[in-house]
Every structure is written in C-alpha cells, then in structure tokens.
C-alpha cells in the first residue's frame, strides 16, 4: 500500500505518548505527524494538517477526548486510549474505530490499527518485522567516540536513559551515545527488548530475576515503573 496512514498522538501523559509512539514507528503504513499533550494543541493539528487517524485519550484536563472527537470532522476516525473501562460504551457511541484500554501491548495496538485498515477498505497488516523469523539484523549501529560502531542484541543487557544521551550496557563495554531512549527503541526488536521504566529498556532473556518493583540483570536491580509496570509483566508472563 502507497499511502500512508496520518495520524496524531493525544495524551496529556508523556509517558503514553512515548509508547505509542514507538509503536507507530513499527508499523510503515502509519506516519505520526505530531502528538499533542491536550485538546487545544490537537485541534490546532487537525485544522492544519490533513489526518486519517486520532489515537486519542479520553480523560484529559480541561476538555476531554470525548468533547474533543464531538468537535471534529467525522473524515478523521478515531482509536480511544483510556485506563479506564467505564468510558467504553461512550466511545463506541461516538463511532469510534476501536478502544483500547492501557496499558496497550503492541499486538492489541495492531488489531485497532487493522480495525481502521478494514473500514477504510485497506490491506489488513497479518505481521509486522518484529518476529524472529522476519528480522533483517540482529545488531545495530550507534555513534559513539566519533565513529559508527556495531552492536549485537545478544549482547546488551539494558540500555539507561541519561536525558539526550544513553548508555548500552553490554557484555564487553558501555556505550554512550548521543540519542534518546524513545528514538533507540524503535530501532530494537519488541520481541527480544521491552520498557520497564522511562529511562530503561531491557533485553528479556538477559533477566535473571525480577518482582513487581525490580528486575534483576548482571548483579544489577533495575526498577519497573508503575507507568510501565502491567504491560511489563503481561509480557514477560507470555514468555513462560
């Protein structure tokens, strides 16, 4: 498919956005042009850029994502985000496209997208680069002492957010490199490396241990944030 998917980010939590985020990024038909922290912000987006889709929160300060997707052209759909259940039914009385209830696992992300791709009369995503039969490399490159240099993912045990910077704790070394936590996530496999916190990523067959506070790699205790917490563990249950 040619065209791409426009779609806007709305979410007064940073931290929501972040993930969502990193999902759009993995799926190529979609292209987020911009994401917004509250409803003023995205009615100055809709108006002046040309969107097919809102991933939306619904309890938002001042004007809600319901008062919001009552105000907007019925052309733009809409895919609901809430950590609340109770808003469903209004949702769906709105003709949303889909509902989805955080915390939101990247495969439930991709059943709303397909929702919207079957309504729209467009080709249904069945699979994504993220299994391990499909993955083109299993390294990556970053820019550290003023050259490119390689690392393997069976290498890193977590990656730590240091604001515009990060470092790469590996087997051999640590990497400082100048890029965000969000930018890098997208560039790893959802498969083999998952959120705990806003400043961790971990690569999931290097933990040894971990409760619903901590994980444990490489003698390391890592925390896990409420933010990241119910997603983390739901994913690391269906690993068992």
């Known amino acids: 498919m040619s065209k791409k998917i426009n ?3 709305i979410d007064d939590e940073p931290v929501a956005r972040e993930i969502l985020t990193s999902f759009i990024a993995k799926v190529p038909v979609l292209h987020k042009v911009t994401e917004c922290s509250n409803a003023a912000e995205a009615l100055e ?4 850029h040309t969107i097919d889709l809102l991933f939306l929160d619904i309890n938002m300060p001042e004007i809600s994502g319901l008062s919001l997707a009552k105000s907007i052209n019925k052309k733009c759909k809409i895919i609901f985000t809430t950590a609340y259940r109770e808003y469903a ?3 769906f009385d709105l003709q949303a496209v889909d509902y989805l209830l955080k915390p939101i696992s990247f495969d439930r992300f991709l059943q709303g997208v397909n929702s919207f791709l079957n309504i729209s009369n467009q080709t249904l995503i069945t699979k994504t680069n993220e299994t391990p039969t ?8 970053v820019r550290a002492n003023r050259k490119m240099v390689k690392i393997n993912f069976d290498e890193i045990f977590y990656i730590e957010s240091l ?9 051999k070394e640590i990497i400082v490199t100048r890029e965000t936590i969000s930018n890098i996530e997208t560039k790893l496999p959802s498969y083999r490396f998952i959120r705990s916190h806003r400043s961790y990523i971990i690569a999931i067959s290097k933990i040894d241990s971990y409760t619903n506070e901590f994980i444990e790699i490489n003698n390391k205790a890592l925390p896990i944030s409420r933010s990241y917490k119910d997603l983390f563990l739901t994913t690391i249950s269906s690993k068992k």
Do not use: E, P, R
Not at 134 to 141: R, S, Y
Not at 163 to 171: A, E, G, L, Q
């Open 7 to 9: 779609c806007i980010v």
């Open 45 to 48: 987006a809709i108006n002046t």
């Open 89 to 91: 039914l209004d949702g």
């Open 163 to 171: 604001s515009d910077y990060i470092k790469i704790h590996t087997t």
């Open 134 to 141: 499909n993955t083109k490399n299993d390294f990556i490159f």
